[in-house]
């Protein structure tokens, strides 16, 4: 058996040809920046999600760098977000000079705690990012009423989670922003980098145009400070063709969870919530257990891949820890989470005889 955690190969074999057909139309066509392609698959993502801006950009990191830049983040602003996250989501907020201030998270969901929202708002407070961690939603009602409350932008980072809802709404169109990764492992992964912004927002999408282009919309005048950060072209013609089959993955990904969920229920095992206001999409099938090194090197050896997401929170990062004054138990839900959670593998292509060998292996781990 051939267990991955995210089996990139195996799905690229599944629709082989008509990938391959789009990335040499690109080829042929000599368009290696921007064009149809670009363009139609922001279109294809604006009719997906039903919003209407969708802005192409290099990657998730630079997603949530053009929309801290869009609301004019800097220094001596803060922006507020989780501790248990990947560290792009803090990083951006750290290089545009302002302070990342950290809410710890609801134990059973591993998000945001919408409950301890208020009390980190300062006068200094210039936006909140939830996440929506491991592709469920983060409690979105409780955290847009508070940011409403003190007039504060939300951008939403859903690198994890294109696909998953909050009540009957998508993921991606509850924020005045929406940061998305394609990063080849994300549920809907690219060849590559590569990423998006999304927005209702009419003037915050046209400033998100502007900055991803070098602060232009004329070319060669500058009228604000930006960078480059363009969708390549042959990533979207990837990405065209593959988000055509993104529910029917991300039905399968769910399929997979709960079988997991069921064969794991009578184990010391603490298996993913679902909070009755997510669809959660398992970019990561994540549990909880007491001796986590011990697991996941019983199952290395039976040859079944696992990783740790994330096993430092970001409060303790060596780059972030001294320059803002975090200390060891000052998030103590996401530091004891980050000791505790192990990912198994989670893909559209498992097969059920890979995940009956993988609950065989975990269930003779604790007999
Ligand atoms: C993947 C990820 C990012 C960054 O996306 P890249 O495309 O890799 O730059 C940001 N935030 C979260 C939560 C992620 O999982």
């Given at each position: 058996m051939n267990i991955q955690m995210v089996d990139v190969r195996r799905q690229y074999q599944k629709y082989k040809e008509e990938i391959d057909r789009a990335v040499l139309r690109v080829m042929e066509s000599g368009q290696f920046i921007n064009g149809p392609d670009v363009w139609g698959f922001a279109e294809d993502i604006q009719r997906y999600l039903g919003i209407k801006h969708a802005i192409p950009c290099a990657s998730g990191t630079d997603a949530l760098q053009l929309a801290l830049m869009a609301l004019e983040v800097g220094p001596g602003d803060e922006v507020i977000t989780t501790p248990f996250t990947f560290v792009a989501t803090a990083e951006t907020i750290a290089l545009l000079g302002a302070r990342p201030v950290y809410v710890d998270i609801d134990p059973q969901t591993y998000?945001?705690?919408?409950?301890?929202?208020?009390?980190?708002?300062?006068?200094?407070?210039?936006?909140?990012?939830?996440?929506?961690?491991?592709?469920?939603?983060?409690?979105?009602?409780?955290?847009?009423e508070v940011a409403r409350r003190h007039n504060l932008p939300v951008i939403e980072d859903a690198a994890q989670a294109l696909g998953g809802h909050y009540k009957d709404k998508p993921l991606c169109t509850l924020g005045d922003l929406a940061c998305i990764s394609f990063f080849p492992s994300k549920n809907l992964g690219a060849f590559g980098d590569a990423g998006m912004v999304t927005t209702n927002n009419d003037a915050l999408a046209e400033k998100v145009r502007m900055i991803a282009n070098h602060g232009s919309r004329v070319r060669y005048r500058h009228e604000i400070l930006g960078v480059n950060s363009r969708l390549d072209t042959i990533q979207a013609a990837v990405l065209r063709v593959k988000l055509k089959h993104l529910d029917e993955w991300n039905n399968q990904r769910r399929r997979c969870a709960h079988y997991y969920s069921a064969g794991l229920k009578d184990l010391e095992v603490v298996t993913p919530v679902e909070a009755d206001y997510a669809r959660h999409i398992y970019h990561q099938y994540t549990v909880q257990v007491e001796n986590r090194d011990a697991l996941q090197k019983h199952l290395q050896e039976a040859g079944i891949p696992s990783a740790i997401h994330y096993p430092i929170p970001l409060h303790l990062q060596p780059a972030f820890r001294d320059s803002y004054g975090y200390?060891?138990?000052?998030?103590?839900?996401?530091?004891?989470?980050?000791?505790?959670?192990?990912?198994?593998?989670?893909?559209?292509?498992?097969?059920?005889?890979?995940?009956?060998?993988?609950?065989?292996?975990?269930?003779?781990?604790?007999h």
């Open positions: 998000n945001l705690d919408a409950a301890r929202l208020e009390e980190a708002i300062s006068s200094r407070t210039k936006a909140i990012i939830p996440v929506h961690l491991y592709g469920q939603a983060a409690d979105m009602d409780a955290i847009l200390r060891e138990g000052d998030f103590p839900i996401a530091e004891r989470s980050a000791a505790r959670v192990i990912s198994l593998p989670m893909h559209p292509d498992l097969t059920r005889q890979e995940q009956d060998y993988i609950l065989e292996a975990i269930h003779k781990f604790y």
